[in-house]
Nanobody, 112 residues
Framework: VQLQASGGGLVQAGGSLRLSCAAS????????VAWYRQAPGKQREWVGS???????HYSDSVKGRFAISWDNAKNTLYLQMDSLKPEDTALYLC???????WGQGTLVTVSS
């Protein structure tokens, strides 16, 4: 399977963006797809993960602001990001944990 992330851009603090992670084929509902982010000069950070069956988890840093959802018909995972902060600025990547498969990433920049 291949993953392709898209939807990043420049947004003001307090704004919203929706990222997409499109899979090249259906992913079994027992497997989670995860979002990570990497800010300049910082380690890669787990943002959240979800299975297509709806088992979803978030890091404390985004809980209540970000929401993950699936469009099973499109084999696509979404990351809805609201109330964005400058510290959310990062390259956002999606991955199938444990597989070594990563999408190419999409850049999110939040201006203050």
């Amino acid at each position: 399977v291949q993953l392709q992330a898209s939807g990043g851009g420049l947004v003001q603090a307090g704004g919203s963006l929706r990222l997409s992670c499109a899979a090249s084929r259906r992913i079994d509902s027992t497997y989670a797809v995860a979002w990570y982010r990497q800010a300049p000069g910082k380690q890669r950070e787990w943002v959240g993960s979800s299975t297509s069956a709806g088992n979803t988890h978030y890091s404390d840093s985004v809980k209540g602001r970000f929401a993950i959802s699936w469009d099973n018909a499109k084999n696509t995972l979404y990351l809805q990001m609201d109330s964005l902060k400058p510290e959310d600025t990062a390259l956002y990547l999606c991955t199938l944990p444990g597989s070594g498969i990563w999408g190419q990433g999409t850049l999110v920049t939040v201006s203050s």
